[in-house]
Nanobody
Framework: QVQLVESGGGLVQAGGSLRLSCVASERIVSSYAMGWFRQAPGTEREFVGTIYWSGRKTYYSDSVKGRFTISLDNAANTMYLQMNSLKPEDTAVYYC???????????????????WGQGTLVTVSS
């Protein structure tokens, strides 16, 4: 059972940056795909991006592509979401997720992931 804990959320002005962290309870050295999702009030949880355990393969939603970057620190069991050029519409609770995967695939659905963190709130003011 993998436990995930997010941190790094907060209040930032439009155009600013934040970096979210997701620490896993066990060593993610192989066979995991990790993802970030977000959920604004009154909306469905939506896909933000995903990274394969090797750290070399990523995929992003069109809404964040070019502004957000996902990375992994395998030694620290940590995934990061660097968010730049933030917009008010990026305001949401951000969740990290994980699933076992022996090969790289693009997992964008909520049901594709087995483990979830508790979420961290990001608020972008205009």
């Amino acid at each position: 059972q993998v436990q995930l804990v997010e941190s790094g959320g907060g209040l930032v002005q439009a155009g600013g940056s934040l970096r979210l962290s997701c620490v896993a309870s066990e060593r993610i050295v192989s066979s995991y795909a990790m993802g970030w999702f977000r959920q604004a009030p009154g909306t469905e949880r939506e896909f933000v991006g995903t990274i394969y355990w090797s750290g070399r393969k990523t995929y992003y939603s069109d809404s964040v592509k070019g502004r957000f970057t996902i990375s992994l620190d395998n030694a620290a069991n940590t995934m990061y979401l660097q968010m730049n050029s933030l917009k008010p519409e990026d305001t949401a609770v951000y969740y990290c997720a994980a699933r076992r995967s022996h090969t790289f695939s693009i997992y964008t659905g909520r049901n594709d992931y087995d483990y979830w963190g508790q979420g961290t709130l990001v608020t972008v003011s205009s």
